[in-house]
Nanobody, 125 residues
Framework: VQLQASGGGLVQAGGSLRLSCAAS????????VAWFRQAPGKEREYVAG????????YSADSVKGRFTISRDNAKNTVYLQMNSLKPEDTAVYYC???????????????????WGQGTEVTVSS
């Protein structure tokens, strides 16, 4: 199983980025899938995710209205569209997936088995 995250970079405040997470060895449509982020010296933080059925998405309050998670089942890829970026969004962003995570566990990173390598996002002020 491999999750390949990409799309990070350096952007000015107010700008946008789209992160991608492509999976091999598993089918995203059968898994709970989420994006987490981790800033230096801080704990890993939930950003947004899909439930196993794909019928439920949940975004952290800090990104609601700015970030959108989406998926392309044909490409087995999940995306995170990030708009109106702020310096406090600076972090390494990770995609993750697990076949057993239920909706109430989406925000708990210790529940996930599979992780991508992370892609770094830096937002300058």
């Amino acid at each position: 199983v491999q999750l390949q995250a990409s799309g990070g970079g350096l952007v000015q405040a107010g700008g946008s980025l789209r992160l991608s997470c492509a999976a091999s060895g598993l089918t995203f449509s059968r898994y709970a899938v989420a994006w987490f982020r981790q800033a230096p010296g801080k704990e890993r933080e939930y950003v947004a995710g899909y439930s196993r059925t794909g019928g439920y998405t949940y975004s952290a309050d800090s990104v609601k209205g700015r970030f959108t998670i989406s998926r392309d089942n044909a490409k087995n890829t999940v995306y995170l569209q990030m708009n109106s970026l702020k310096p406090e969004d600076t972090a390494v962003y990770y995609c993750t997936a697990d076949a057993s995570v239920i909706t109430s566990q989406l925000r708990n990173y210790v529940q996930y088995d599979y992780w991508g390598q992370g892609t770094e996002v830096t937002v300058s002020s």
